[in-house]
């Protein structure tokens, strides 16, 4: 069984650029969530995507986007990059939304 | 809104010593509480996971108890080891919300 993936690993970028970060979900689930952790901090919910359409949102700007594809993989997409936005991206998959949710390793964002 | 918050922040003890660690959260009306350990810059391992139902739960040297009423959850890590050292969130979810709330963690030092 092949767990939740991510990538890239790194990332560095500027202010003002566009980025896509990408998630393979755990074999048989149909569920993706995304989670933005700054340095010192807990995961902070971003959204979660569920048979392919957004299924519940944190409070984050729509600079933040989304999809997940028929195979449950899913992208982030962050629009006009902030020097806060530079932080642990993580990527949850579950079996539903109220699953357990099984953690990727995360994708580190440093705009710089 | 539910708060999650994890006392203390940080704790350093000699190998082999027994430890608790906090969980407490505002909003009782929780569906599960999850576990999770996080080594430096990497992601979230799923721990123990205790549904809203039960008591409990253990895992070889760790259990998780969880009073819903209170609105508490400790980790007891038994005969603890070096490679216990890293940070340990908890995080609840809330029955018809597909999120994970998490608190800010707590930093495990275990000294050979």
Known sequence: ETGVTQSPTHLIKTRGQQVTLRCSSQSGHNTVSWYQQALGQGPQFIFQYYREEENGRGNFPPRFSGLQFPNYSSELNVNALELNDSALYLCASSNGPLGAQYFGPGTRLLVL | ?112
């Open chain 2, 1 to 112: 809104k539910q708060e999650v918050t994890q006392i203390p922040a940080a704790l350093s003890v000699p190998e082999g010593e027994n430890l608790v660690l906090n969980c407490s959260f505002t909003d009782s009306a929780i569906y599960n509480l999850q576990w999770f350990r996080q080594d430096p810059g990497k992601g979230l391992t799923s721990l123990l996971l205790i549904q809203s139902s039960q008591r409990e739960q253990t895992s070889g040297r760790l259990n998780a108890s969880l009073d819903k009423s209170s609105g508490r959850s400790t980790l007891y890590i038994a005969a603890s080891q070096p490679g216990d050292s890293a940070t340990y969130l908890c995080a609840v979810s809330q029955g018809g919300s597909e999120k994970l709330v998490f608190g800010k963690g707590t930093k495990l030092t275990v000294n050979p």
